[in-house]
């Protein structure tokens, strides 16, 4: 062999050393796909994840803040969450407490997904059985009776009045009901009024519909607050989670703003919780305690709601 057949190869070698040459750069170049690649996956997983939590931050705030509110005697508990590698779903259970007693109420669900979007599943709805005969159709709610509540600025075609059916209910239960005024009284008033057994205060933001029959305000749609130790402190809460609501993007910033104004009336900026005008009460207790009510000259409508065992 040649000092030439050594420097430079033949014509099969280096095709083999070029063949090998392409076969490390194409090995290279698909490893940094790969890597690059999954960063980017890896990258845009970890931003669709942690927007979807902010998001689900957000709406759960806004979700408790619209509870605190609304719904008489019904007190929203904790959330459970439910996570998959692109979703998450939340589940989020609520109480009533009829004097003392827990009674299991409503159960939301909702689900979110990392590319921003968010969906309600459905829940359960409140149902009635009745003829047109009736003077009013009862309307149930997870197999308990939904309470009422009747407007003192409205006219009805019928004013029910339950107060009665206390006498047929068992001494070892508790019960809750729901008194409509027939008229707004203070917060004071109704405090003295009612005493301890006053669980809830309805604020009565009702407006007529013209041409069509009043209808009464089922428990679920209605405002108000929680009552206990210091009414007062709750009634303010009660405000201040309105003013927030109406001041902050969402689907009930809109209503947030109209219950604050007919709260407010008179165009005026500020409420304060002596002012409040409470249209009703949802009281609880055993039969005999409540029936102490009876005769209440104040209580223009009694609605019997949720019923359980004392023990």
Known sequence: MNDKDELFPGDGDFSKLVKKARRKSLIRTILVS????????????????YLMYKNMETEMDYFYATESIR??????????????PFSASVMTSSMKYVAGVPVPWEKREKNFSMFGASQPVQ??????RGSIEDDRMIMYFEGERLIEFYSPELDYEFLPDERPLLEEIDGNKVVEMAFSFDA???????EEQFAELADWYWVDVSTP??????????????????????VRESAG???RQLDWLRNEKGDF??????????????GASEVAADELAISGVVVT???EELQAFADLPVVRAAVLGATTDKY
């Open 71 to 84: 719904g008489a005697n019904v007190e929203t508990g904790g959330s459970h969450y439910n996570y998959t």
């Open 237 to 239: 809460m009660f405000i």
């Open 184 to 190: 707004a009284y203070g917060l004071e008033e109704v």
């Open 209 to 230: 519909v013209g041409g069509e029959l009043q209808q009464p305000v089922y428990g679920n749609e209605a405002y108000g607050f929680f009552g206990g130790r210091d």
């Open 34 to 49: 790969v890597v690059v690649s999954g960063l980017l996956i890896f990258g845009l997983m970890w931003l669709g994840t």
């Open 285 to 287: 207790g055993s039969p």
């Open 253 to 266: 910033q809109e209503d947030a703003g109209r219950i604050y104004d007919a709260i407010a009336g008179d």
């Open 123 to 128: 829940a359960s709805s409140y149902s009635g």
